[in-house]
Nanobody
Framework: QVALVESGGGLVQAGGSLRLSCSSS????????VGWFRRAPGQDREFVATISKSGETTNYADSVKSRFTISRDNAKNTVYLQMSSLKPEDTAVYFCAANSGYIGTRALGYDYWGQGTQVTVSS
């Protein structure tokens, strides 16, 4: 079992930046691949980015590629999502999720989920 806690959300103007964090209290966080997903009001959950256990492999949704960067610090049990050039359409609740190795885009491939953090981008 791994417990995930997201932080770093907030209100930002279009064109601005935010850094989200996904932290775990488990000592084996480096054993998990981690992904970020988001859900906008009235929409389905959407894949954003994912990172392998070691951090060597990453994958991004086309809608955020070149604007968002996922990274991890296993010594701090934390995965980050650096978001730049934010757009109003990035407004959503952002969730991090973990699993034992899958780094794909399907939410069903992730076993553990955080509660989410709200990101609101004003125009």
């Amino acid at each position: 079992q791994v417990a995930l806690v997201e932080s770093g959300g907030g209100l930002v103007q279009a064109g601005g930046s935010l850094r989200l964090s996904c932290s775990s209290s488990g000592r084996t966080f480096s054993s998990y691949a981690v992904g970020w997903f988001r859900r906008a009001p009235g929409q389905d959950r959407e894949f954003v980015a994912t990172i392998s256990k070691s951090g060597e492999t990453t994958n991004y949704a086309d809608s955020v590629k070149s604007r968002f960067t996922i990274s991890r610090d296993n010594a701090k049990n934390t995965v980050y999502l650096q978001m730049s050039s934010l757009k109003p359409e990035d407004t959503a609740v952002y969730f991090c999720a973990a699993n034992s190795g899958y780094i794909g885009t399907r939410a069903l491939g992730y076993d553990y989920w955080g509660q989410g953090t709200q990101v609101t981008v004003s125009s």
